[in-house]
């Protein structure tokens, strides 16, 4: 199955080869992701679907008289024309993207569960005789199950989650089996409704699945308590294994609905200049929030899915990963990132996504969440800003204590988002202001705008620059105003 999955349903292949063989279109063409293999699958689905109303027609298994059996015939026909067409189109992928031995890897197709559906489904369904036609019809379930999209994402997600259901299983069946020989030991020559194993096994199933038909039932106290047992494992283990298949089609739907089609993927690819946010705790969302509110492009990097799942419904850009994984970081486009919020709760996690995406991109600004002085330590040696929410804490609470208006102004100048903001502008060499003395310039008639300081080229920064003080090329203003007059004094920095 390992095989055939690899082979037939392998829809991430890249498209590395310049030269587009027939392999890759027929592969991108009806099983990749993409609008023509959603038609094609729509399509093989109605004629599944009316190959099996008709089998079913045929056979007087449905009440609705929809045609004649001449007219199911002929729908069978053209059925198993469109099969055989399908069937060859699967046997040209297979042999073209073999590279070597292409024989004995139609010969190793041949032996998968999905060629057998394929053989009996072409099969005419007339010609079994009537309690075999049955086979036909499974198969061509099994092959509408190929091509439905959410059956198969849930198959997809029940192997994901093998290991857990096998085990929950194999100790099901043997609650189930030991429940029944304990019932056929202590019942069989007491119970009339008891008289062999089967009855006893019988009893066990319609028990622990809590269905209770009632035809069989224990007599002896002993017999009742064992049943009394049964139920409550029973209860147990359905809900067990709900949970598990629960689990596995969540994750599964997580990731469709995390690059469904390389959506997601592509977008992130081509942004530029971005910012990428390393964890989506308490702090993360934070920061998510004020770039969205900055209109800063970002990522999140996040394992937990229930945190991805949330970014998701913010319609924020993620990738559900760990950030200490280089290949997650490169998939962030770590290389063409302006800055890193490495705000995880573990410091070594942030230490360790520190230097991968430092030699990913050594300019890049780092702005690191720091527990302990060591590690802020290790953070600035390393090339980061560090942020500890205990000396912030702590900053705080003393401003606050010592100059509790100033505290107060400053709590609504950085939080609100309809009132004073604070933001930082590049002086390029093409910008109006390069040269001019701040008296000189419209920011504050024209804009509103505060300029309280201003950090050069040469890393010295003027706090409360003089009117005359010069605007240097390769500067930063940083600056108090409106949000509105903020946007617009951006845009003309930017032009």
Sequence with gaps: MSITKNILFDKHSSLTDNKLSMK???????????????YFNAFMEIVILSSIISILGYDKAIPINIGSPRTYRLIEIITIFIFLFEMIIRFVMVFEECKKNKIYSLVKYAKTFDFVVDILSVIPYFFFPY??????LVA?????????????????????????????FFLFAFIVITAAIVMFVLEHNINPKIKNLFDALWWSIVTVTTVGYGDVRPVTPAGKIVAS??????????????????????????????????????????????YIICGYGRVGKIVAKELEKFKKPFVVIEEDAEKVQEAINNNYLVIKGSATDEEIL??????????????????????????????????????????????????IKLGAKTVSPYQSSGYDISRMLVSPRTAEFVSIVMQSDKTIEMGEFYISKDSPYVGK??????????????????SKKSKETVFNPRADDII????TLICVGTKEYMEEFEKV???
Excluded: C, W
């Design 24 to 38: 890759i279109n027929i592969r991108e063409t009806f099983y990749g992701e993409n609008h023509t293999t959603s």
């Design 131 to 136: 309690p075999y036609r049955i086979f036909v």
């Design 140 to 168: 061509r379930i099994f092959k509408m199950v190929r091509f439905n999209r959410s059956i198969k994402e849930l198959g997809y997600s029940i192997h994901e989650k093998a290991f857990e259901l096998s085990t929950v």
């Design 229 to 274: 047992f049964l139920m409550i494992v029973g209860i147990s283990s359905i809900a067990i294994i709900t949970g598990v298949i629960t689990t596995g089609f969540t994750d599964r739907l997580l990731k469709l609905k995390l690059n469904f089609g390389g959506i997601m993927e592509k977008k992130i690819a081509k942004l530029k200049n971005h």
């Design 330 to 379: 490169k998939q962030a486009n770590i290389k063409n990132a302006t800055g890193i919020a490495l705000v995880m709760d573990s410091d070594a996690d942030n230490l360790y996504s520190l230097i991968t995406a430092k030699d990913e991109n050594r300019d890049i600004l780092a702005i690191a969440r720091s527990n302990t002085e060591e590690s802020i330590k290790k953070f």
């Design 437 to 454: 003395k701040i008296k000189e310039t419209d920011i504050r008639s024209k804009y509103n705008i505060i300029v309280i300081a201003i």
């Design 472 to 475: 240097e090329e390769g500067s």
């Design 493 to 495: 920095i930017a032009k």
